[in-house]
DNA sequence: AGATGTAGTCGAACCGGTTCGCGTACCGTA
DNA sequence: TACGGTACGCGAACCGGTTCGACTACATCT
């Protein structure tokens, strides 16, 4: 019934109680070596009365691995966007699925102690590393300590290395391409804040090398905002955006913190969605959703992406020579309502 | 230099390599008895040498703990609020202060696997419980188990638990009582979702009472409103409470996830805030700055909680028989400018 | 000089599991 | 009846730390 918190709850006391040795316990538990079902049912008995479970340390310790993973995500002084915190819930429950526990180290410094404790002090099996830089020392040090990991986001070219990601790149060239298809000429690119942009997050420099490929591809003009990962920047930066450049008259998205904001500020300028002014982007499901209109995006599928990442750190962890995967994935764009044809350009008499 | 993870890599090869036993070595880091300085210099050397750390299960085994703490999170299923988010990452953070770990598990059943192994294979110190129902068997499967925690919100009348709250009732009280101060006589509460009600969640029902109790001692109607956790559900509701309750010209609001909906449903039924409609409520700071005009409320201090709670965790750890201490929060209303004197009430001629 | 104290170190036991090698009882078979 | 095989269980070693008691060498006090 109750916990084995207090009084000497441990194997040795279930033997005792059983009239067997400890290592019959342990067998007739895991069921590696064959005992007889009198004694196990016997056993059995005694574990179900006492509630006994074992102890999670010794066991990690005798069988050198601890059923734990490791989610590195970024420190909670940068507020994680929605889509993070989604993929937080989603490897919990990929793990849960599974029966791994997962630790949680904020790092996005790279000497940091949580991180360290992480790597080197054998509390988990492997790691989910979140929100990794194009250059990222984490890396060299995980794989400096032979821990098993996955990446969730993909640094500049290492082949060596097991990820998961987004195609910004790619998404955000059919967003463009779409865009194009209804007639738009003049479309603007949302991206994150400099600040981020400037530590050399993948995702906006993907996206933004997708975006200025495709803009030229379909002999666009195009123009990239960096922009706070919160509503008051993204109206601020549209409002600057429709003062500046009236001509604009769509929006690819990677930045979903600042919705509600552009919202605003298109409200604000008279600006209807999508009669006037198209949107589209990466999003978030129910973000997409939550905007009026709902949103025509890409939507992340960070349900899928956890699972994906949990399965492939389990093979990592079982076979940690097993050669290197990547996983790009390319949702399809959903339409909804935020695109329309281009508006009639309004021409001067 | 590189990790402890492939060779033998412990502190009886430490010890060799020093020409000592594993105990100087032990008392050498731990500084539990004196170690003379040339043996501690060379022990240190040999560590810095080799990058030497500590296996985490064998000093757990062996100490008894394991510098470890559960947050017991929501299930992903149903998405976690933004507050709650933020408390998340506040908490990981204040355990890093005081280098703890941070083991996550989702768990809102009361069977639940993860849960289950938290509280009874010794993998934690101590537990933070978060949403807390008004009954809620985990407390008591917590207290069957002598696991010490802290709830972040706290069930009926339960004197002898530990817990850090907000003062949900005194704090919607207030905001009646400042908008009754403004003149407004027709008020709404918009409350959390139907669901979450149903299953007995503090916070709304405290919410409800003080509203309730508000609104008779200041003579005022007043009008409840379950609505869902999104935009959507926020904007429906606040569409329909216009068109049947014209006359309601304010609301307090518990429900963060619907405020940008509130605000869209506004903006089209033509009211305008703060003119024509006062809103107030419990709302984590950031998103009452992120709404147009920015929200006169009572900001939830969650890094502050999270601090609190972890205080209180720790020293329930040290000392499980400490009588339990709560902590009802009670922020102060920060003006902004989303609330104003009532419109002047549309006489018929 | 002998008694006393103290700083520094060692060896062994212990934490609570898992796993390997071996012994024994019992079975069928030659 | 002797033999080999199998089913079942036991004891000991091990995982990698911490902690306690004891021992040594040397300084101090009388």
Redesign the pocket.
Known sequence: MSG?QGS?????EIARRA??????V??A??G????????RRRIQDVIDELG?R??AS??A????RTRTIGLVIPPASKRLTHMQLDFVGSVVEAAAQVDLDVLLSPSGGDHDRSFERLVSESRVDGVLLMEIRIEDARVDRLRDARMPFVGIGHPANDPQMCWVDIDYAGLIGHCVRHLADLGHRSIALLNRSPELVATGYGPSHRARAGFVRAVEEHGLKGVELLCGDDARSGQECIAELLANDPGITALATVNEAALPGVQRALDQAGRSVPRDFSITGIVASHWAEDFRPALTAADVPTADMATQAMSLLVERISDPTAPAQHLLMSPPITLRHSTAAAPVPHREP
Request: aromatic share 6%; no cysteine.
């Open positions: 084995p000497g709850m441990n194997i040795g009239g067997v040795s400890r290592s019959t342990s067998y538990l895991s590696k070596r064959q005992v007889s079902d009198a004694t006994y074992p102890n010794a066991r310790l005798a069988e050198g």
